[in-house]
């Protein structure tokens, strides 16, 4: 760590060292080995009534491996793609690529297909595994990437005998839930799993310095880019995350975690996915969330002892019949992050489970964790919280001058330390913008920084939108629209929203003047995913600009109701 003021240390929580050493595991792979020759015997991960020990896990996981190294003859940095929800193809497919040295390609799986061929085309993936649910999509992406092979499956193909062919045929013949989709060559799922299993998975050597994933996010161009997550990255924000949590966790009592944030979302990845994994915890997999008194009637059937998630799944949950129901005696540790956790939610969630939700913050470029909340506090505070052990941060006005920790002056927050990515897949020059010189990671965030190292977030550089976690920016949904026939301009702009914080407000000057708000949103639907559609559609004559003609989308913002 460079030599700076960190007042945050003297208010780090007792037992929690300020450095983590981030070469004391070679790779993510050295992680899981050491989970598994230590917890064998436990459960793993459990997914909708079925669960894995990490004995079980081990052997998949190294089919899987197997089936990459020996049948598809991938090499080493090759990049995999996966596109699934949560369910345990999920991480046995992910661990299986990076054990066999292969680089992942989170994809979000109700991306439309032309957000899925620019990330496949961008990242140069040559395999892809993906659920049935969203095959049509990827059928109507591939023709135009480099990806040769492909592997599906069904929801239900894990689960075993009659309970995984019940969730296949509900999934597909009752919900409707599997368009009808030809992908000529595609591998079936288990069929990968057994081919791996007739050969042995061959050793490969995986340096700290190696691409383990490559996490697409978006930018100010509005294109989405993959940040280089190297083993050394994750397996530092893994270390840092877990001493920070280490006070209120144990490896000798297993944990059990729930993960209803999705594990390609990076937060899920790294924080359940990673830090659990290393302290032997059982991971509950929710496959969807969304389905709210499905949720509540699943926590019902475990002893939970930890909980992820972002604002609007601890509202939903609050707000669901029955959820005051749950037993919270177990649970000690709530951890929100991805978007800010308001206070009345956080309130709430205190005087239903008795357990403080502590707020975190960090980006993808981040892996994700730069601060996190001590988790002894009593209450919620609206700080995003102190920096994690090895992490330096500072905020920086315009000309980049350090600004003072006082609580008062408000500059750009900027992050070093030993989980700040590689930089951007094939992007040089963005990633001299993000990282500077002095290896400062820019966030685009605008924070003050009190004497006591408590961070607190004021306001957002860029003109980014956060719709439940996930990132969305302008430039990207004008783009789309820009491109429809009875559009003239276009600006989107995020306006308040209840259920998602923010949502997607766009304000057009119309070339048709019969263009309906029905019609450009339907326009809309084609083009992007759901949390990237506008909710809100607002005609004018013109739009404010500059005097260079930049459209001013911070006045659109402060004229802008609420969604």
Same mark, same amino acid.
């Given at each position: 760590?460079?030599?700076?003021?960190?007042?945050?240390?003297?208010?780090?929580?007792?037992?929690?060292?300020?450095?983590?050493?981030?070469?004391?595991?070679?790779?993510?792979?050295?992680?899981?080995?050491?989970? @598994?020759?230590?917890?064998?015997?436990?459960?793993?991960?459990?997914?909708?009534?079925?669960?894995?020990?990490?004995?079980?896990?081990?052997?998949?996981?190294?089919?899987?491996?197997?089936?990459?190294?020996?049948?598809?003859?991938?090499?080493?940095?090759?990049?995999?793609?996966?596109?699934?929800?949560?369910?345990?193809?999920?991480?046995?497919?992910?661990?299986?690529?990076?054990?066999?040295?292969?680089?992942?390609?989170?994809? +979000?799986?109700?991306?439309?297909?032309?957000?899925?061929?620019?990330?496949?085309?961008?990242?140069?993936?040559?395999?892809?595994?993906?659920?049935?649910?969203?095959?049509?999509?990827?059928?109507?992406?591939?023709?135009?990437?480099?990806?040769?092979?492909?592997?599906?499956?069904?929801?239900?193909?894990?689960?075993?005998?009659?309970?995984?062919?019940?969730?296949?045929?509900?999934?597909?013949?009752?919900?409707?839930?599997?368009?009808?989709?030809?992908?000529?060559?595609? @591998?079936?799922?288990?069929?990968?799993?057994?081919?791996?299993?007739?050969?042995?998975?061959?050793?490969?050597?995986?340096?700290?310095?190696?691409?383990?994933?490559?996490?697409?996010?978006?930018?100010?161009?509005?294109?989405?880019?993959?940040?280089?997550?190297?083993?050394?990255?994750?397996?530092?924000?893994?270390?840092?995350?877990?001493?920070?949590?280490?006070?209120?966790?144990? /490896? #000798?009592?297993?944990?059990?975690?729930?993960?209803?944030?999705?594990?390609?979302?990076?937060?899920?990845?790294?924080?359940?996915?990673?830090?659990?994994? /290393?302290?032997?915890?059982?991971?509950?997999?929710?496959?969807?969330?969304?389905?709210?008194?499905?949720?509540?009637?699943?926590?019902?059937?475990?002893?939970?002892?930890?909980?992820?998630?972002? +604002?609007?799944?601890?509202?939903?949950?609050?707000?669901?019949?029955?959820?005051?129901?749950?037993?919270?005696?177990?649970?000690?540790?709530?951890?929100?992050?991805?978007?800010?956790?308001?206070?009345?939610?956080?309130?709430?969630?205190?005087?239903?489970?008795?357990?403080?939700?502590?707020?975190?913050?960090?980006?993808?470029?981040?892996?994700?964790?730069?601060?996190?909340?001590?988790?002894?506090?009593?209450?919620?505070?609206?700080?995003?919280?102190?920096? =994690?052990?090895?992490?330096?941060?500072? =905020?920086?006005? #315009? #000309?980049?001058?350090?600004?003072?920790?006082?609580?008062?002056?408000?500059?750009?927050?900027?992050?070093?330390?030993?989980?700040?990515?590689?930089?951007?897949?094939?992007?040089?020059?963005?990633?001299?913008?993000? =990282?500077?010189?002095?290896?400062?990671?820019?966030?685009?965030?605008?924070?003050? =920084?009190?004497?006591?190292?408590?961070?607190?977030?004021? #306001?957002?550089?860029?003109?980014?939108?956060?719709?439940?976690?996930? +990132?969305?920016?302008?430039?990207?949904? /004008?783009?789309?629209?820009?491109?429809?026939?009875?559009?003239?301009?276009?600006?989107?702009?995020?306006?308040?929203?209840?259920?998602?914080?923010?949502?997607?407000?766009?304000?057009?000057?119309?070339?048709?003047?019969?263009?309906?708000?029905?019609?450009? @949103?339907?326009?809309?639907?084609?083009?992007?995913?759901?949390?990237?559609?506008?909710?809100?559609?607002?005609?004018?004559?013109?739009?404010?600009?500059?005097?260079?003609?930049?459209?001013?989308?911070?006045?659109?913002?402060?004229?802008?109701?609420?969604?």
């Amino acid at each position: 760590m460079s030599e700076l003021e960190r007042p945050w240390l003297a208010n780090y929580p007792k037992g929690v060292a300020a450095t983590i050493d981030p070469d004391s595991y070679t790779s993510i792979n050295a992680v899981l080995e050491r989970a @598994i020759s230590k917890h064998r015997d436990r459960d793993s991960f459990y997914c909708m009534g079925k669960s894995l020990t990490y004995g079980e896990f081990d052997t998949l996981s190294a089919q899987f491996a197997s089936f990459l190294l020996n049948t598809l003859k991938l090499s080493k940095g090759d990049r995999v793609a996966v596109m699934m929800p949560n369910c345990l193809q999920q991480p046995i497919a992910t661990f299986g690529i990076l054990r066999a040295g292969l680089t992942v390609v989170n994809v +979000n799986p109700l991306y439309t297909a032309r957000e899925l061929e620019h990330q496949l085309k961008d990242s140069g993936a040559v395999a892809i595994v993906v659920v049935d649910n969203f095959g049509k999509t990827l059928a109507d992406a591939l023709p135009d990437t480099a990806v040769k092979h492909v592997v599906t499956t069904g929801l239900g193909d894990l689960l075993g005998g009659l309970k995984g062919a019940l969730v296949n045929f509900v999934v597909k013949h009752v919900k409707k839930m599997v368009p009808a989709y030809s992908i000529p060559g595609a @591998i079936r799922y288990r069929d990968a799993l057994a081919a791996g299993a007739n050969a042995p998975m061959p050793k490969v050597e995986v340096k700290n310095s190696d691409i383990a994933f490559l996490q697409y996010t978006g930018g100010t161009t509005g294109v989405a880019k993959g940040a280089m997550l190297t083993h050394r990255n994750l397996v530092s924000n893994m270390l840092q995350a877990g001493a920070w949590i280490s006070p209120c966790v144990s /490896e #000798d009592r297993q944990e059990t975690i729930i993960t209803a944030l999705p594990l390609y979302h990076i937060f899920a990845l790294t924080a359940n996915g990673l830090v659990f994994m /290393e302290l032997g915890a059982r991971n509950i997999l929710i496959t969807n969330p969304r389905d709210m008194p499905g949720f509540v009637k699943e926590l019902k059937k475990h002893k939970f002892t930890s909980f992820t998630g972002v +604002n609007t799944l601890f509202n939903g949950l609050l707000n669901t019949p029955g959820f005051d129901e749950v037993d919270f005696s177990h649970l000690h540790l709530s951890l929100g992050g991805g978007m800010a956790v308001q206070r009345s939610v956080a309130e709430r969630w205190k005087a239903v489970t008795g357990c403080t939700l502590s707020e975190a913050y960090g980006l993808t470029e981040t892996s994700p964790a730069a601060c996190i909340n001590p988790l002894d506090l009593p209450a919620y505070n609206g700080s995003i919280g102190l920096p =994690i052990p090895s992490t330096d941060v500072c =905020i920086k006005d #315009d #000309d980049g001058k350090t600004l003072a920790m006082d609580g008062a002056a408000v500059g750009e927050l900027c992050i070093k330390g030993p989980q700040v990515m590689a930089g951007y897949w094939q992007r040089p020059a963005e990633t001299a913008q993000q =990282i500077d010189g002095d290896s400062w990671l820019h966030t685009g965030d605008m924070a003050r =920084i009190e004497s006591t190292g408590f961070v607190f977030i004021v #306001d957002r550089k860029k003109d980014m939108i956060l719709v439940s976690g996930f +990132n969305v920016y302008p430039n990207e949904i /004008e783009d789309v629209l820009a491109s429809m026939p009875g559009i003239a301009e276009v600006a989107a702009v995020g306006v308040p929203d209840e259920h998602s914080g923010e949502a997607v407000k766009v304000v057009i000057v119309k070339k048709d003047p019969s263009l309906t708000a029905e019609q450009v @949103i339907a326009y809309a639907k084609e083009n992007l995913t759901g949390y990237k559609r506008p909710h809100v559609v607002e005609f004018r004559t013109e739009l404010p600009k500059t005097n260079v003609g930049k459209i001013l989308r911070r006045e659109l913002r402060d004229a802008a109701p609420k969604a």
